[in-house]
């Protein structure tokens, strides 16, 4: 098997040099001082990068546990939720309320486009009941961002608990948590955080932990009571995932040398690079509103003739030439693929990849102009226009 | 803070040099070729070291995690349980089973002590509603390692589905999964594994296979079927603990090359020689009988001039040695330490550890016969008889 040189899917996401070394410490006493004095710092630094200072939880999971935590702490059997999905990981979301009792009400706009704040609230003025809304912030299967501003003031103006996926977000696209009045906000190590997977980390606000003391849904390895408890005694309830805590604190240092605007336009100058290259090469942007195509995943139909069982080749292409990018989920399976580009992904990247791309596309068959997606990409990274911003 | 050169504690467990370097490999797409090789080399190495044919499942959670994806899977709200607890862990396991509505009837021999196969028969004589056992293999908080061959037997001959808690023991102490008919077993990866924390794996019987369809506690992210339907076909249902399974795959090739009875015989000769030291320091073990006295922890009794808070005193003074040990939980905080011994753990660190209890002992204020404990572990490594397994 080739050497994947550029490992562009929506995460796992490459992990540093820095951020390895840091985790390779030998490992500590999770009961003892070290563990103590490392976990606060953790939590700042996570309370910084989400904008918040609401309490930060922190689990051994990976960001399926962060949403399941979120579902079995604030729902109850039986109660009216509110989903606002807008692809694969916003109908997991749904799922999972569904699996632990909750009536979901799905809204649910056609894959490519992002939730209308008009709509959200047409339905939510007709639904008094429903306490609870968990929305997508990106959407790593279609990439797409939703208008999460607009939408969080539409559930604040309604009244109710504000619940955002923000696990392909946090981090990599701006999302202030306290200013939007986000309820509880949910993210993973292997996104923009640049780390393996294997690690969850939420917000919790003041509102949030009012639900939770009523909730019923059973819960216990994910129960927020316990892990803030022992949180606030500089311990987790059970073993953290203690390597790539070491690795979180070196990130969380590369996050704040780097700053957070600056790794938001970071975000959006890349993905409008990939975006220039893909129109350049040709191709369909799934995200057909160029204001919510997001900043970390891009995500392209493949020309016709390369669809469906074709693209299987296409893909063979890349990876022999060391890229692998994401495929198609559930029904967009063959029809797209999907280029994730967030966390420790620079300029260069963009112009390595573009460069496979084309090639693996013009070695399938797919007519190319050579070095026009190049140029594209380099024109929008050199052009950060502010407009670009979500 | 002194540099840590002896992590004495049941787990986090030191993590060896070549595991480091293999969990440093870059990041792969979870949903490709690379991984879909990887996932069934671990699968058959944690068959292998658990002694089974039953389905190996594997999620990205520390063991507690484990411990709620099998009640999650086989315990329905109302249903009456026994969990046999011999100490902290297996509390948290009973009372799990309590968050998730189950009826727990709990057989609880005092801490210190191992459970009683015949009580457990009386107990299960009387309780023919009960369809469940859960068992800890080993006890991390007294150092007790539970007779689990004549307890799994008295499980079996009342055909009851036996769940087994096997963090602190497989993969270090003997326990053939099969042989026993042991329904599921749990372990985690920061114990005999040589990882950091992050992974647990278990494995499920047929018996519980058939029990999961029909019960009926919420679960999704540790939904069984969902893990093993995409196991199935090379992945996890969420993105898997990646770094962590790197280091897996280097620390199940390391286990072969030393031998699973090799291996189980080094625990129990290292315990040999930390019990003996204890002894020669003047300490009086937790686990009176030596029969059920764990091979991967040993849990002392301070002397009675340095118990309570006192014993803070002998800790910060081990720890400013390099040495960190556990100590004691819930009602046995201040009374006992406890030293992990499992994992990457050798006869020369022994040797080491003892050096540096004595040393700490002596300082304040215990007397000791400088030398004596080292001669009585030398001894005990020396002569690994086979009437030290358990």
């Given at each position: 098997m080739a050497q994947t040189s550029q490992l562009r899917i929506p995460g796992p996401t490459p992990v540093p040099d820095r951020v390895n070394r840091a985790m390779a410490a030998p490992m500590i006493n999770h009961r003892g001082p070290e563990f103590k004095a490392l976990l606060p710092e953790l939590e700042a630094g996570l309370k910084w990068a989400f904008q918040t200072e609401n309490d930060m939880l922190i689990f051994p999971a990976s960001g399926t546990g962060g949403l399941e935590s979120t579902v079995a702490n604030l729902v109850s059997p039986g109660e009216r939720v509110l989903a606002v999905t807008i692809g694969a990981f916003g109908d997991r979301f749904a799922d999972l309320a569904e699996a632990f009792g909750a009536q979901v009400i799905r809204y649910a706009p056609p894959w490519g486009e992002a939730a209308d704040p008009q709509d959200l609230d047409d339905l939510l003025s007709k639904e008094p009941e429903i306490a609870t809304v968990l929305i997508t912030h990106n959407e790593t299967s279609t990439g797409v961002t939703n208008r999460l501003q607009a939408l969080a003031e539409v559930v604040k103006r309604r009244q109710r608990l504000l619940v955002v996926d923000g696990v392909s977000s946090i981090g990599s696209i701006d999302l202030p948590v306290d200013r939007w009045g986000v309820d509880v906000a949910i993210t993973a190590s292997q996104k923009g955080w640049m780390l393996p997977p294997g690690v969850t980390m939420l917000s919790v606000s003041k509102a949030a932990w009012q639900r939770?003391?009523?909730?019923?849904?059973?819960?216990?390895?994910?129960?927020?009571?316990r892990a803030q408890k022992l949180q606030a005694k500089g311990m987790t309830?059970?073993?953290?995932?203690?390597?790539?805590?070491?690795?979180?604190?070196?990130?969380?240092?590369?996050?704040?040398?780097?700053?957070?605007?600056?790794?938001?336009?970071?975000?959006?100058?890349?993905?409008?690079?990939?975006?220039?290259?893909?129109?350049?090469?040709?191709?369909?942007?799934?995200?057909?509103?160029?204001?919510?195509?997001?900043?970390?995943?891009?995500?392209?139909?493949?020309p016709a003739a390369l669809s469906g069982e074709k693209s299987e080749a296409v893909f063979k292409t890349w990876r022999d030439q060391g890229?692998?990018?994401?495929?198609?989920?559930?029904?967009?399976?063959?029809?797209?693929?999907?280029?994730?580009?967030?966390?420790?992904?620079?300029?260069?990247?963009?112009?390595?990849?573009?460069?496979?791309?084309?090639?693996?596309?013009?070695?399938?068959?797919?007519?190319?102009?050579?070095?026009?997606?190049?140029?594209?990409?380099?024109r929008a990274l050199e052009s950060s226009e502010p407009s670009l911003v979500a």
């Amino acid at each position: 098997m080739a050497q994947t040189s550029q490992l562009r899917i929506p995460g796992p996401t490459p992990v540093p040099d820095r951020v390895n070394r840091a985790m390779a410490a030998p490992m500590i006493n999770h009961r003892g001082p070290e563990f103590k004095a490392l976990l606060p710092e953790l939590e700042a630094g996570l309370k910084w990068a989400f904008q918040t200072e609401n309490d930060m939880l922190i689990f051994p999971a990976s960001g399926t546990g962060g949403l399941e935590s979120t579902v079995a702490n604030l729902v109850s059997p039986g109660e009216r939720v509110l989903a606002v999905t807008i692809g694969a990981f916003g109908d997991r979301f749904a799922d999972l309320a569904e699996a632990f009792g909750a009536q979901v009400i799905r809204y649910a706009p056609p894959w490519g486009e992002a939730a209308d704040p008009q709509d959200l609230d047409d339905l939510l003025s007709k639904e008094p009941e429903i306490a609870t809304v968990l929305i997508t912030h990106n959407e790593t299967s279609t990439g797409v961002t939703n208008r999460l501003q607009a939408l969080a003031e539409v559930v604040k103006r309604r009244q109710r608990l504000l619940v955002v996926d923000g696990v392909s977000s946090i981090g990599s696209i701006d999302l202030p948590v306290d200013r939007w009045g986000v309820d509880v906000a949910i993210t993973a190590s292997q996104k923009g955080w640049m780390l393996p997977p294997g690690v969850t980390m939420l917000s919790v606000s003041k509102a949030a932990w009012q639900r939770q003391a009523k909730a019923r849904a059973p819960r216990f390895y994910f129960d927020w009571e316990r892990a803030q408890k022992l949180q606030a005694k500089g311990m987790t309830f059970t073993t953290p995932a203690m390597s790539i805590l070491f690795g979180l604190r070196e990130s969380l240092t590369m996050m704040r040398e780097e700053g957070l605007s600056t790794i938001f336009q970071r975000h959006l100058r890349i993905a409008a690079g990939f975006r220039a290259a893909g129109r350049a090469l040709g191709l369909r942007l799934l995200a057909a509103d160029p204001e919510t195509a997001s900043p970390t995943v891009t995500a392209l139909y493949f020309p016709a003739a390369l669809s469906g069982e074709k693209s299987e080749a296409v893909f063979k292409t890349w990876r022999d030439q060391g890229l692998v990018v994401g495929e198609g989920q559930g029904k967009l399976a063959g029809k797209i693929f999907r280029i994730g580009h967030l966390g420790a992904v620079h300029d260069d990247d963009v112009v390595a990849t573009v460069e496979v791309l084309e090639r693996g596309l013009e070695a399938n068959g797919h007519p190319v102009t050579r070095g026009a997606a190049l140029t594209a990409a380099r024109r929008a990274l050199e052009s950060s226009e502010p407009s670009l911003v979500a």
